[in-house]
Protein backbone atom coordinates (compact mmCIF):
# COMPACT_ATOMS: atom_id res chain seq x y z
CA UNK A 1 0.00 0.00 0.00
CA UNK A 2 0.81 3.38 -0.55
CA UNK A 3 2.37 5.89 2.32
CA UNK A 4 3.12 9.31 2.46
CA UNK A 5 4.81 10.47 5.42
CA UNK A 6 5.53 14.06 6.80
CA UNK A 7 8.30 14.00 9.44
CA UNK A 8 7.86 17.54 10.29
CA UNK A 9 5.05 18.48 12.63
CA UNK A 10 5.58 22.65 12.70
CA UNK A 11 8.72 24.41 11.25
CA UNK A 12 9.05 28.11 11.50
CA UNK A 13 10.40 30.34 9.23
CA UNK A 14 11.80 34.09 9.34
CA UNK A 15 9.81 36.37 6.96
CA UNK A 16 11.83 37.12 3.26
CA UNK A 17 13.78 33.63 4.35
CA UNK A 18 13.49 30.08 2.66
CA UNK A 19 12.23 26.91 4.59
CA UNK A 20 12.23 23.78 3.11
CA UNK A 21 9.64 21.19 4.06
CA UNK A 22 10.27 17.15 4.02
CA UNK A 23 7.90 14.51 2.67
CA UNK A 24 8.65 10.67 1.82
CA UNK A 25 6.29 8.91 0.23
CA UNK A 26 6.36 4.35 -0.25
CA UNK A 27 5.28 2.85 -3.95
CA UNK A 28 5.44 0.05 -6.22
CA UNK A 29 4.18 2.11 -9.05
CA UNK A 30 6.22 3.69 -11.71
CA UNK A 31 3.31 6.58 -12.91
CA UNK A 32 2.21 8.64 -10.11
CA UNK A 33 1.47 11.97 -9.25
CA UNK A 34 2.81 14.38 -6.05
CA UNK A 35 1.64 17.37 -4.82
CA UNK A 36 1.46 19.72 -2.06
CA UNK A 37 -1.20 21.36 -0.81
CA UNK A 38 -1.81 24.50 1.36
CA UNK A 39 -4.45 24.55 3.98
CA UNK A 40 -4.87 27.78 5.83
CA UNK A 41 -6.93 28.01 9.16
CA UNK A 42 -10.35 27.52 8.63
CA UNK A 43 -10.00 27.78 4.59
CA UNK A 44 -9.75 25.72 1.48
CA UNK A 45 -7.31 23.46 0.98
CA UNK A 46 -5.80 24.52 -2.27
CA UNK A 47 -3.14 23.27 -5.19
CA UNK A 48 0.72 24.66 -4.30
CA UNK A 49 2.40 22.59 -6.93
CA UNK A 50 2.31 19.47 -8.56
CA UNK A 51 4.80 17.00 -10.02
CA UNK A 52 4.69 14.07 -12.42
CA UNK A 53 6.65 11.29 -11.82
CA UNK A 54 8.12 10.82 -15.32
CA UNK A 55 9.24 14.23 -15.24
CA UNK A 56 12.81 14.36 -13.71
CA UNK A 57 12.02 18.54 -13.86
CA UNK A 58 11.69 19.44 -10.55
CA UNK A 59 8.06 21.28 -10.86
CA UNK A 60 8.75 25.51 -10.24
CA UNK A 61 5.69 27.67 -9.32
CA UNK A 62 7.20 31.18 -8.02
CA UNK A 63 8.20 31.23 -4.78
CA UNK A 64 7.53 27.63 -4.51
CA UNK A 65 10.00 24.66 -5.70
CA UNK A 66 10.14 21.14 -5.19
CA UNK A 67 13.07 18.75 -4.95
CA UNK A 68 11.89 15.52 -6.31
CA UNK A 69 14.35 12.10 -5.86
CA UNK A 70 12.60 8.97 -7.54
CA UNK A 71 14.78 7.18 -6.49
CA UNK A 72 14.90 7.74 -3.05
CA UNK A 73 11.03 8.70 -2.66
CA UNK A 74 11.70 11.62 -1.84
CA UNK A 75 9.44 15.16 -2.76
CA UNK A 76 10.17 18.43 -0.37
CA UNK A 77 8.75 21.50 -1.38
CA UNK A 78 11.36 24.99 -1.12
CA UNK A 79 9.61 28.23 -0.19
CA UNK A 80 11.63 31.09 -0.92
CA UNK A 81 10.97 34.68 0.58
CA UNK A 82 8.42 33.41 2.89
CA UNK A 83 5.84 35.65 3.49
CA UNK A 84 3.06 36.33 6.47
CA UNK A 85 0.46 34.45 4.16
CA UNK A 86 2.18 31.28 3.93
CA UNK A 87 1.50 30.12 7.34
CA UNK A 88 -0.80 27.57 7.01
CA UNK A 89 -0.87 23.22 7.17
CA UNK A 90 1.00 22.04 4.57
CA UNK A 91 -0.16 18.24 3.13
CA UNK A 92 2.04 16.38 0.95
CA UNK A 93 -0.26 13.64 -1.32
CA UNK A 94 0.13 11.15 -3.83
CA UNK A 95 -1.93 10.00 -6.65
CA UNK A 96 -0.96 7.20 -8.96
CA UNK A 97 -1.93 7.72 -12.70
CA UNK A 98 -5.23 6.71 -13.49
CA UNK A 99 -6.51 6.79 -10.32
CA UNK A 100 -8.53 8.98 -8.45
CA UNK A 101 -7.90 8.39 -4.70
CA UNK A 102 -5.38 10.49 -3.22
CA UNK A 103 -3.67 9.86 -0.13
CA UNK A 104 -2.15 12.34 1.85
CA UNK A 105 0.79 12.57 4.87
CA UNK A 106 -0.05 14.06 8.19
CA UNK A 107 0.91 17.57 6.72
CA UNK A 108 3.47 20.16 8.49
CA UNK A 109 1.95 23.62 10.70
CA UNK A 110 4.41 26.33 9.00
CA UNK A 111 4.85 29.67 10.73
CA UNK A 112 6.38 32.55 9.33
CA UNK A 113 7.81 35.06 12.17
CA UNK A 114 7.39 38.68 11.15
CA UNK B 1 -17.34 29.54 -11.00
CA UNK B 2 -17.51 30.16 -6.96
CA UNK B 3 -15.34 26.84 -6.51
CA UNK B 4 -16.65 24.17 -4.36
CA UNK B 5 -19.12 24.86 -1.57
CA UNK B 6 -20.18 22.84 0.95
CA UNK B 7 -22.82 23.74 3.95
CA UNK B 8 -23.27 23.69 7.03
CA UNK B 9 -19.62 25.20 7.99
CA UNK B 10 -20.34 23.92 11.64
CA UNK B 11 -22.83 21.44 12.99
CA UNK B 12 -22.77 20.61 16.55
CA UNK B 13 -25.31 17.68 17.24
CA UNK B 14 -25.69 14.98 20.33
CA UNK B 15 -24.40 11.00 20.41
CA UNK B 16 -27.19 9.26 18.81
CA UNK B 17 -28.72 12.08 15.91
CA UNK B 18 -28.19 11.96 12.64
CA UNK B 19 -26.69 14.35 10.64
CA UNK B 20 -26.44 15.05 6.94
CA UNK B 21 -23.80 17.89 4.90
CA UNK B 22 -24.13 19.07 1.37
CA UNK B 23 -21.79 19.51 -1.22
CA UNK B 24 -22.38 21.57 -3.77
CA UNK B 25 -19.15 20.65 -6.44
CA UNK B 26 -17.85 22.94 -9.63
CA UNK B 27 -20.27 23.12 -12.54
CA UNK B 28 -18.54 21.56 -14.61
CA UNK B 29 -16.78 18.69 -12.79
CA UNK B 30 -18.27 15.07 -12.98
CA UNK B 31 -16.07 13.56 -10.56
CA UNK B 32 -16.84 14.42 -6.42
CA UNK B 33 -14.83 12.97 -3.45
CA UNK B 34 -15.17 13.31 0.84
CA UNK B 35 -12.91 12.97 2.73
CA UNK B 36 -12.28 13.35 6.19
CA UNK B 37 -9.57 14.78 8.46
CA UNK B 38 -9.32 14.52 11.90
CA UNK B 39 -7.10 16.97 13.93
CA UNK B 40 -3.43 16.31 13.66
CA UNK B 41 -4.05 14.01 10.53
CA UNK B 42 -4.45 14.59 6.94
CA UNK B 43 -7.61 14.03 4.79
CA UNK B 44 -8.54 10.44 4.11
CA UNK B 45 -10.85 9.35 1.60
CA UNK B 46 -14.33 8.12 2.02
CA UNK B 47 -15.80 7.59 -1.03
CA UNK B 48 -16.01 9.09 -4.79
CA UNK B 49 -18.61 9.23 -7.28
CA UNK B 50 -18.53 10.24 -11.28
CA UNK B 51 -21.52 11.51 -12.01
CA UNK B 52 -24.42 9.92 -9.76
CA UNK B 53 -22.38 6.17 -9.62
CA UNK B 54 -20.51 5.79 -6.41
CA UNK B 55 -17.88 3.94 -8.15
CA UNK B 56 -15.90 3.38 -3.91
CA UNK B 57 -16.40 3.46 -0.25
CA UNK B 58 -13.72 3.04 1.77
CA UNK B 59 -13.48 0.55 4.48
CA UNK B 60 -14.00 3.75 7.27
CA UNK B 61 -17.58 4.13 5.60
CA UNK B 62 -19.45 2.29 8.23
CA UNK B 63 -22.81 1.65 7.69
CA UNK B 64 -23.98 4.38 9.44
CA UNK B 65 -22.53 6.73 6.36
CA UNK B 66 -24.60 7.19 3.56
CA UNK B 67 -23.85 9.20 0.60
CA UNK B 68 -25.71 10.10 -2.75
CA UNK B 69 -25.29 12.54 -5.78
CA UNK B 70 -28.47 12.39 -7.43
CA UNK B 71 -28.41 13.70 -10.91
CA UNK B 72 -24.79 13.99 -10.88
CA UNK B 73 -25.01 17.47 -8.97
CA UNK B 74 -24.71 18.00 -5.72
CA UNK B 75 -24.21 15.35 -3.17
CA UNK B 76 -25.15 14.83 0.38
CA UNK B 77 -23.17 12.99 3.20
CA UNK B 78 -25.48 11.93 5.94
CA UNK B 79 -24.21 9.93 9.31
CA UNK B 80 -26.91 8.11 11.34
CA UNK B 81 -26.84 7.87 14.82
CA UNK B 82 -23.49 9.85 15.30
CA UNK B 83 -20.71 8.69 17.57
CA UNK B 84 -18.23 10.91 19.51
CA UNK B 85 -15.46 9.22 16.91
CA UNK B 86 -17.07 10.93 14.39
CA UNK B 87 -16.36 14.34 15.35
CA UNK B 88 -14.22 15.65 12.72
CA UNK B 89 -14.13 17.72 9.06
CA UNK B 90 -15.80 16.31 6.05
CA UNK B 91 -14.41 17.61 2.71
CA UNK B 92 -15.57 17.67 -0.24
CA UNK B 93 -13.84 18.03 -3.58
CA UNK B 94 -14.78 18.09 -7.28
CA UNK B 95 -12.53 17.31 -10.30
CA UNK B 96 -12.96 16.29 -14.30
CA UNK B 97 -11.38 13.17 -15.34
CA UNK B 98 -8.36 12.41 -13.72
CA UNK B 99 -6.67 10.92 -16.59
CA UNK B 100 -5.55 13.92 -18.13
CA UNK B 101 -1.95 15.54 -17.38
CA UNK B 102 -2.37 18.68 -14.75
CA UNK B 103 -5.66 17.44 -13.37
CA UNK B 104 -6.31 18.15 -10.08
CA UNK B 105 -9.06 17.89 -7.43
CA UNK B 106 -10.39 21.23 -5.74
CA UNK B 107 -11.45 21.25 -2.25
CA UNK B 108 -14.65 22.61 0.06
CA UNK B 109 -13.38 24.54 2.65
CA UNK B 110 -15.26 21.94 4.68
CA UNK B 111 -17.96 20.76 7.22
CA UNK B 112 -16.92 20.12 11.03
CA UNK B 113 -19.07 17.52 13.35
CA UNK B 114 -18.54 17.32 16.64
CA UNK B 115 -20.69 15.29 18.59
CA UNK B 116 -20.93 15.73 22.22
Known amino acids: AQTVTQSQPEMSVQEAETVTLSCTYD???????LFWYKQPPSRQMILVIRQEAYKQQNATENRFSVNFQKAAKSFSLKISDSQLGDAAMYFC???????????FGTGTRLKVLA | DTGVSQDPRHKITKRGQNVTFRCDPI?????LYWYRQTLGQGPEFLTY????????KSRLLSDRFSAERPKGSFSTLEIQRTEQGDSAMYLC??????????????FGEGSWLTVV
Open chain 1, 93 to 103: AYRRSGTYKYI
Open chain 1, 27 to 33: TSESDYY
Open chain 2, 93 to 106: ASSLDPGYTGNTIY
Open chain 2, 49 to 56: FQNEAQLE
Open chain 2, 27 to 31: SEHNR
